[in-house]
Every structure is written in structure tokens, then in C-alpha cells.
């Protein structure tokens, strides 16, 4: 696991589009997964800032969807990711993924959502965020490690933390459709974006506390391809934090996570 720590939003923007830009140039990076929150924003807006024609032939694939908001309503993560993602990259709409969260069968929705990205070769690169209980995608603790795109019942501070976006908290959704741990940890490059104090609990136990379904997030120890990006707040607790700053500054070209 590689961790970076820097100073804010716009230096994480600009490292996380680095590292995508340079994926697809070297074309390791067909297929990027998606998250929406304010964790990944800097990212998409340098991406767009620094926009190359290579982008448009992207596959993108949402992490999550609520159950039951239509896609053209506005707080639908359809909605956000062609906001965020979708314009600002100008990624060809058929190319841009996102589970279905009012289909009549949602278990049958979840399984033809992970036959489309086998299809597309699996995710090259997964952005994510990370929940204050350390949830990624909307995988809330005690979520299986090995879980797969499936329903997924909301936590009372989920939708606490996601109430802003609406114009009532009883307007959030209590249930959505998420890619599972299992799936996260299939892609070939996973980046987690961190940001403010708030978060820095979460942190500290996904990067240095013991793989547990009570922060989701741990798993990530396991993938073999997996950089955090946080700002100095969100690293505040991690007691391996001047550690973590020695090795980027002494880094080794090609030198794995």
C-alpha cells in the first residue's frame, strides 16, 4: 500500500490525474471505476484541466447506485457521474456505466452489472473515497470481504453524512446498489482519496488497523496495487505518518506499494 500525503485538494487533484493521465498514455488504463462524493471532485476537475483525446475512449463504471431515485433525478448517482465525470471528460455516455436502481429485480440488476464490466476486462482503476466508518463504495461495516455487486441497506449515519445533497433527510434513500468488496478488490489499481479531520479515524484504521468488515476499507491492505491520497488532516492519526513522507521523498522509480 502506497501512501501520500499532501497539502490539499489541489495537490491531490493534481497527483491522482497524473497517475490516471500516465495509465492511459501507457494504455494500462482502459477501464476507470467511478466514485461519486467530494472526495474524487479535484481529481475529475484536473482530468478535465488537463484533458487529452485519449480520455474520451474511456469505459467507466459506477461504484454505487440509490435504490429507487430515478436516473434523471438530480441526486441519482446517473445524474452526478455525467455531471462530474461524464461532461467534464467528455467520455461517450454508452461508455459510462452505472447500476440500475429501479430495476424490477435488483439481485438479477447485480449480476448483469458485474458481466458488463467482465466483459469490458475488468477495472483498470478504481477511484474511491472512504465513509467516516469507513465504508468504501456502500459497503457499510460488517459487509462481507469477498461480497459481490448486491442491495445494500444504508446506515443511519450514511444517510446523516449524504443528507446535505438533499433538500430533506428523509429524502435519502435507505437502500442502494454497490459494487462488493470482492468486486473492488478485482481491479487492477485501486486509489483512495481522503480528505479533511473528519475522516482521519477511518484512515488510521483502514491503512494501519487489522483487515476487519468493520472498516471496510481494510481490505484494501490486501490489494497489491493500492495508493492512498490524503491531505495532512485526514493523515493526522496515522502513526506511521513521517514514515509515509520519507518514502515519497526518497522514492524509487518503479518501486511497488
Given at each position: 500500500m502506497r501512501v501520500v500525503i499532501l497539502d490539499g485538494a489541489?495537490?491531490?487533484?493534481?497527483?491522482?490525474?497524473?497517475?490516471?493521465l500516465d495509465g492511459v498514455l501507457q494504455g494500462r488504463i482502459r477501464t476507470l471505476g467511478v466514485a461519486t462524493g467530494s472526495s474524487p471532485l479535484a481529481i475529475y476537475r484536473a482530468l478535465a484541466d488537463r484533458w487529452i483525446p485519449a480520455l474520451a475512449h474511456l469505459d467507466a463504471f459506477a461504484l454505487d447506485e440509490y435504490v429507487g431515485l430515478p436516473a434523471d433525478d438530480p441526486q441519482s448517482y446517473h445524474s452526478v457521474i455525467r455531471r462530474e465525470v461524464t461532461d467534464r471528460l467528455r467520455l461517450d455516455p454508452a461508455n459510462v456505466h452505472v447500476p440500475d436502481g429501479c430495476a424490477a429485480d435488483l439481485d438479477a440488476e447485480c449480476e448483469r452489472y458485474e458481466a458488463t464490466m467482465a466483459a469490458a476486462g475488468g477495472v483498470d482503476l478504481q477511484l474511491l473515497g472512504?465513509?467516516?466508518?469507513?465504508?468504501?463504495?456502500?459497503?457499510?461495516?460488517?459487509?462481507?470481504?469477498?461480497?459481490?455487486?448486491?442491495?445494500?441497506?444504508?446506515?443511519?449515519?450514511?444517510?446523516?453524512?449524504?443528507?446535505?445533497?438533499?433538500?430533506?433527510?428523509?429524502?435519502?434513500p435507505r437502500h442502494c446498489l454497490t459494487q462488493g468488496l470482492g468486486t473492488i478488490l478485482d481491479a487492477a489499481e485501486v486509489l483512495l482519496v481522503a480528505q479533511g479531520a473528519?475522516?482521519?479515524?477511518?484512515v488510521r484504521a483502514a491503512v494501519e488497523g487489522p483487515v476487519s468488515s468493520m472498516c471496510p476499507a481494510s481490505v484494501l491492505q490486501l490489494h497489491r496495487r493500492a495508493t492512498i491520497l490524503l491531505d495532512e488532516e485526514a493523515a493526522q492519526q496515522l502513526a506511521l505518518r513521517q514514515y509515509y513522507l520519507d518514502t515519497e521523498k526518497t522514492r524509487i522509480e518503479g518501486l511497488r506499494p
Amino acid at each position: 500500500m502506497r501512501v501520500v500525503i499532501l497539502d490539499g485538494a489541489g495537490d491531490i487533484g493534481a497527483f491522482g490525474a497524473g497517475l490516471i493521465l500516465d495509465g492511459v498514455l501507457q494504455g494500462r488504463i482502459r477501464t476507470l471505476g467511478v466514485a461519486t462524493g467530494s472526495s474524487p471532485l479535484a481529481i475529475y476537475r484536473a482530468l478535465a484541466d488537463r484533458w487529452i483525446p485519449a480520455l474520451a475512449h474511456l469505459d467507466a463504471f459506477a461504484l454505487d447506485e440509490y435504490v429507487g431515485l430515478p436516473a434523471d433525478d438530480p441526486q441519482s448517482y446517473h445524474s452526478v457521474i455525467r455531471r462530474e465525470v461524464t461532461d467534464r471528460l467528455r467520455l461517450d455516455p454508452a461508455n459510462v456505466h452505472v447500476p440500475d436502481g429501479c430495476a424490477a429485480d435488483l439481485d438479477a440488476e447485480c449480476e448483469r452489472y458485474e458481466a458488463t464490466m467482465a466483459a469490458a476486462g475488468g477495472v483498470d482503476l478504481q477511484l474511491l473515497g472512504i465513509g467516516r466508518n469507513g465504508h468504501i463504495g456502500f459497503n457499510e461495516p460488517s459487509s462481507s470481504l469477498s461480497s459481490r455487486t448486491r442491495p445494500k441497506t444504508l446506515m443511519a449515519a450514511t444517510r446523516r453524512d449524504n443528507a446535505r445533497f438533499f433538500d430533506h433527510p428523509d429524502l435519502v434513500p435507505r437502500h442502494c446498489l454497490t459494487q462488493g468488496l470482492g468486486t473492488i478488490l478485482d481491479a487492477a489499481e485501486v486509489l483512495l482519496v481522503a480528505q479533511g479531520a473528519g475522516k482521519a479515524e477511518a484512515v488510521r484504521a483502514a491503512v494501519e488497523g487489522p483487515v476487519s468488515s468493520m472498516c471496510p476499507a481494510s481490505v484494501l491492505q490486501l490489494h497489491r496495487r493500492a495508493t492512498i491520497l490524503l491531505d495532512e488532516e485526514a493523515a493526522q492519526q496515522l502513526a506511521l505518518r513521517q514514515y509515509y513522507l520519507d518514502t515519497e521523498k526518497t522514492r524509487i522509480e518503479g518501486l511497488r506499494p
